[in-house]
């Protein structure tokens, strides 16, 4: 699902308006698989699937495979609709500089909602 990701936001004006001014790599952790995404003007140039040794990211999102796949649900159950929602139940957890992530919060919850598009 998240492989989609470049080509759903890329193709939405909308969602790209809210990130222009981001420039920065995050890594998104769907279970135990990683994903660097590499995000220009909001545009994501690069993902790519890892495992990562040593790369470098500004910040994380981590959850388990079950959790995104209920968040990227259309429509979502209710308290699956919003990251904060994950967070606050401890089903969700960022890491690193969450001032880059709380700067563009918007645009990321846009980015990682976007799957639902289908």
Do not use: C
Request: charged share 30%; aromatic share 12%.
């Amino acid at each position: 699902m998240i492989e989609r990701l470049a080509e759903l936001v890329n193709d939405d004006p909308a969602i790209v308006r809210w990130g222009r001014h981001m420039n920065e790599t995050f890594m998104v952790e769907v279970g135990d698989q990683q994903y660097l995404i590499r995000v220009a003007e909001g545009r994501i140039e690069a993902l790519e699937k890892g495992p990562f040794v040593q790369r470098i990211w500004r910040f994380a999102i981590r959850a388990k495979a079950e959790h995104w796949e209920k968040f990227w649900r259309a429509p979502p159950p209710p308290g699956w609709h919003d990251l904060f929602g994950l967070l606050r139940r401890g089903d969700v957890a960022f890491e690193g500089d969450q001032r880059v992530l709380m700067a563009y919060l918007l645009y990321l919850k846009l980015v990682l909602a976007s799957p639902r598009k289908r």
